[in-house]
T-cell receptor
Framework: SQKIEQNSEALNIQEGKTATLTCNYT??????LQWYRQDPGRGPVFLLLIRENEKEKRKERLKVTFDTTLKQSLFHITASQPADSATYLCALNAGGTSYGKLTFGQGTILTVHP | SAVISQKPSRDICQRGTSLTIQCQVDSQVTMMFWYRQQPGQSLTLIAT?????????ESGFVIDKFPISRPNLTFSTLTVSNMSPEDSSIYLC????????????FGPGTRLTVL
């Protein structure tokens, strides 16, 4: 069956350091992969999308890589700030007739300490 | 982006009753989805709400338990029927903009507690 694993349930880092979150998947051929941020009591907020034929995407302090051979995505937050503390979710979509239907990982709780 | 509101934001219900959750979007969208997020868990897709036709349910979810209406392109409802404590979850609707990318915009969620 399809499986998505975010390798760390929780990640604690110091302010200013780079946070690196991992998303691995099995039995899946995603057309694209997305990263979302979720704060307590709120719905997820879209951050970045990367397609199967792309290796890397950047947006301000955020960077996503996508390796379809390793079946892995890495999500980086550089120069992290306490305001970056949240749960980060990766989500995959197979495209085609499954357009729009996302399968989510269990999330990584990131805490950035001042 | 799309602005999405949900009603109610939270509710506490008795076992055996039903609750209808509303989702309102500030613009017309073709694709609208309903997700469930159980305590401490990630999001699981319940169904795709199709305008003008029956919703499409994912494995493990059935229409009798989670009937969905989609009367127009800006509104949908999800009903949680004959509730049990196992239905205690956060229920979220989401949309994909018709002319946007593939990113989804989520409502704030409805926190349901079943006693």
């Amino acid at each position: 069956s399809q499986k998505i694993e975010q390798n760390s349930e929780a990640l604690n880092i110091q302010e200013g350091k780079t946070a690196t979150l991992t998303c691995n998947y099995t039995n899946y051929s995603p057309a694209y992969l997305q990263w979302y941020r979720q704060d307590p009591g709120r719905g997820p907020v879209f951050l970045l999308l990367i397609r199967e034929n792309e290796k890397e995407k950047r947006k301000e302090r955020l960077k996503v890589t996508f390796d379809t051979t390793l079946k892995q995505s890495l999500f980086h937050i550089t120069a992290s700030q306490p305001a970056d503390s949240a749960t980060y979710l990766c989500a995959l979509n197979a495209g085609g007739t499954s357009y729009g239907k996302l399968t989510f990982g269990q999330g990584t709780i990131l805490t950035v300490h001042p | 982006s799309a602005v999405i509101s949900q009603k109610p934001s939270r509710d506490i219900c008795q076992r055996g009753t039903s609750l209808t959750i509303q989702c309102q979007v500030d613009s017309q969208v073709t694709m609208m989805f309903w997700y469930r997020q159980q305590p401490g868990q990630s999001l699981t897709l319940i169904a795709t709400a199709n305008q003008g036709s029956e919703a499409t349910y994912e494995s493990g979810f059935v229409i009798d338990k989670f009937p969905i209406s989609r009367p127009n392109l800006t509104f949908s409802t999800l009903t949680v029927s004959n509730m049990s404590p196992e239905d205690s979850s956060i229920y979220l609707c989401s949309v994909v903009r018709d002319r946007g990318g593939n990113e989804q915009f989520f409502g704030p969620g409805t926190r349901l507690t079943v006693l």
